[in-house]
């Protein structure tokens, strides 16, 4: 979502916005909310301010701080993550304000469109999307193996509950928050930390990550090539919602990931020279890329990125302007053509 304002408020070719939204939103239902670019955009900033402003009500009837709710509002609708008690959420201690919290980030990660379809009472197009189906689904299957895993640690069903279903919701959409340090979880728990990292959340939301709807894509294009594989003559056409993909797509989906892997790989070489451990090393850089914030040993979520050299702070910086804008769009913002063709 936030590519697709950066787009209209400084490209002034209607066509250059649309293609930089595409960079961030893949998949087939990327577009216009409505035929004005612009109006598109006010929509979401409504959209934006209302669930924002939602989430200051809900955590002030909770006790919080006026100043505190408003900072930790903001931190869930930008899906950024920052605190201003240095022991986090956590410091509240108040199951209440993490449930607030919870709602509110599992809100922004969702693709922004669906509400719009909400608000114009368009409900099938919600029901039948796969995106929010599958963001649903990842975040509870997570979350019920996680709370068996680590259920021994804490020995009580809604304190498991509690911390397992916040620190889910908060990976998955590149929060970050935290109320439990996750760095003392199981393996088995921290490995699924880990790979929602990568998933991240919706497409058209605020989330980063690689995104839902990319790995549903790539997903169905692996099915129906291995079907094809098996039956060479046979017709195989990719389908979300309904919907035909076009092989743009699917090949933009597939382009993308060699860049998301590509950036990964480099990033992981550059960072290694501070020959720190291996979980250390990846994790910042997956973190950083995808905008979670903490990561897991000596950059966990009771931890933080000081100890590392000014070189490796450098590209973990670039890693998360990379990851936010999604590689593409900046790219296309560096490009001296597109200034040169529009001013």
Partial sequence: MGVLVLAIAILPSSADALHLMRGECAGPQVGKIVPKGKLSAAYLY??????????????LIGKMPLFDSVCH?????????FSI????VAYYNSPYI???LTVSMFLFGVNFSLYYFILIKRFKEVLKNTEIKVYIAIIAIASIIIGINIFSMYNSVPQTIRYTVFQVVSTMTSTGFGTADFNQWPMLSKMIILMLMFIGACAGSTGGGFKVQRVI???????????KIIHPKSVNIVKSDDKTMDTETIHGVHNYFIIYMGVIAISLL????NNEDFT??????ITCFNNIGPGLEKVGPVNNFAF???FSKYVLSADMLLGRLECLPLIILASPSVWRKNF
């Fill in 46 to 59: 409504i959209i934006y301010a209302v669930l924002t402003l939602a989430t200051v009500i809900f955590l």
């Fill in 73 to 81: 509002a903001m931190g869930a609708a930008g899906t950024g993550g």
């Fill in 85 to 88: 008690k240095n022991t986090g």
């Fill in 98 to 100: 993490e449930a607030v």
């Fill in 217 to 227: 894509i790539m997903y169905k294009s692996a099915v129906k090539y291995m079907h």
């Fill in 270 to 273: 550059l960072i290694s020279i």
């Fill in 280 to 285: 250390t090393t990846f994790t910042s850089v």
């Fill in 308 to 310: 590392l050299s000014d």
